[in-house]
């Protein structure tokens, strides 16, 4: 599941959607800057991440502000992310 604040709730179909609609109008992401970064180890195999991202669109001048929080649960020895939100900063 993920977060958005623009959006709400989305599911895996949905953000699979939206990011393959993004690719063929050609956005990309031209800066990605993820700071204050910092995990923890809340079980065997789950990890969180919280962390400030700063990123800016190819198509756009200015650059976009979002705290993030990611779950991680590792499965088959893969990490994938359980869970996503972000909140404009």
């Not at 604040?5 to 992401?29: K, Q, S, T």
């Amino acid at each position: 599941m993920i977060i958005f604040p623009e959006i709400g709730r989305i599911d895996l179909e949905f953000a699979l959607n939206a990011i393959h609609e993004e690719n063929v109008a050609g956005h990309r992401w031209a800066e990605v800057d993820l700071q204050d970064v910092r995990a923890f180890t809340l079980a065997p195999g789950v990890a969180l991440l919280h962390y400030l991202a700063i990123a800016r669109w190819n198509f756009k001048k200015e650059a976009e502000k979002a705290l993030c929080a990611t779950l991680y649960v590792k499965r088959d020895g893969i990490w994938r992310i359980a869970f996503h939100q972000q909140t404009a900063a």
